[in-house]
């Protein structure tokens, strides 16, 4: 997919990082310790935990997940939870009732996943249905299409308002880059800019 010098740096730091992580959880394993994971119905958990997944077949460890479901009720009130990421640090322990211990058929058919994801290569990974699966780089093109219109609106309203009426566990960086794809393009054009991207206005200039 298109990435500028920026982009491709940044991604090559973090991919650092993760890679440092999983040779310290290897290590862990190596000494026989017991696993848990904490993921979400969001694509990208979905993937990080088939990809975990995938390495952990080929361990004996005793493995346990936590998901997030998707809502809790307290005090009469229904919280509604997206990804862990807007789960207070202090609230996690009340979560530990969803724990499960993994079989080593679960491992293995959630490894399968990944396997059948990676085969594919698809540019971009969602949840259709409840399962993974890739999808074309314009899946969810859509939201900016509902919501852009030809009066010009400026950036950071309209990915605020595709987050707030599309819960979809999509990053507004996602979002950024496509708009950026189709100024470039022409489909979107720049009523008035900015050195804040996300400060501009802009409108849809299809026909």
């Given at each position: 997919w298109e990435q500028d010098e920026e982009t491709e740096e940044e991604l090559r730091r973090t991919?650092?990082?993760?890679?440092?992580?999983?040779?310290?959880?290897?290590?862990?394993?190596?000494?026989?310790?017991?696993?848990?994971?904490?993921?979400?119905g969001a694509p990208y958990s979905r993937c990080g935990f088939c990809h975990l997944c995938q390495t952990l077949r080929q361990y004996e460890n005793e493995i346990r997940a936590v998901k997030l479901p998707e809502y809790v009720v307290r005090e009469n009130c229904i919280t509604v939870y997206k990804n862990w990421g807007e789960v207070a640090a202090e609230e996690f322990a009340g979560f530990l009732s969803h724990e499960k211990k993994l079989s080593e058929e679960e491992v293995r058919m959630y490894a399968?996943?990944?396997?059948?994801?990676?085969?594919?290569?698809?540019?971009?990974?969602?949840?259709?249905?409840?399962?993974?699966?890739?999808?074309?780089?314009?899946?969810?093109?859509?939201?900016?299409?509902k919501r852009l219109t030809?009066?010009?609106?400026?950036?950071a309203r309209l990915i605020g308002d595709i987050l707030g009426y599309y819960q979809l566990s999509v990053g507004d960086w996602w979002y950024a880059k496509r708009i950026e794809h189709f100024i470039r393009q022409g489909r979107i054009c720049i009523a008035e800019d900015s050195k804040n991207k996300y400060a501009r206005m802009i409108y849809d200039s299809r026909g």
């Open positions: 991919g650092d990082v993760y890679a440092e992580e999983l040779r310290r959880l290897k290590r862990f394993l190596d000494d026989g310790e017991a696993v848990r994971i904490w993921y979400s399968s996943e990944w396997s059948e994801l990676v085969s594919e290569n698809s540019p971009l990974r969602a949840v259709v249905n409840g399962r993974l699966a890739g999808v074309p780089e314009d899946f969810y093109d859509f939201l900016i299409w030809r009066k010009p609106v400026k950036q």
